[in-house]
Nanobody
Framework: QVQLVESGGGLVQSGGSLRLSCAAS????????MRWHRQAPAGKERELVA?????????MYADSVKGRFTISRDNAKNMVYLQMNMLTLDDTAVYYC?????????WGQGTQVTVSS
């Protein structure tokens, strides 16, 4: 059974930091690229925030988070992380972990991140 379980969300003040974690199981984690997406409230579209390849040596970021967020993975532990620094009100969203490989696509349930002023 495929599972992606996010954790680490919460309430943080503007300018603060959070580290999100995603625990993967039920599939060959090291064969999948991993992504973090987010969806802000008020019906906004889901946004791809960060991507890391299956080896962990290539990353991509949305312009809105570049220089503030860092995606990483530990293939030995089947974990992917998102370090978020210098958080702003615009970073408030539900953050989702996503595994992708060819035509396969798995999602977690999401973790809420709320940034307060």
């Amino acid at each position: 059974q495929v599972q992606l379980v996010e954790s680490g969300g919460g309430l943080v003040q503007s300018g603060g930091s959070l580290r999100l974690s995603c625990a993967a199981s039920g599939f060959s984690f090291g064969s999948y690229a991993m992504r973090w997406h987010r969806q802000a409230p008020a019906g906004k579209e889901r946004e791809l925030v960060a991507h890391i390849n299956n080896y962990g040596d290539a990353t991509m970021y949305a312009d809105s988070v570049k220089g503030r967020f860092t995606i990483s993975r530990d293939n030995a532990k089947n974990m992917v992380y998102l370090q978020m620094n210098m958080l702003t009100l615009d970073d408030t969203a539900v953050y989702y972990c996503n595994a992708v490989r060819l035509n396969l696509d798995y999602w977690g349930q999401g973790t809420q991140v709320t940034v307060s002023s």
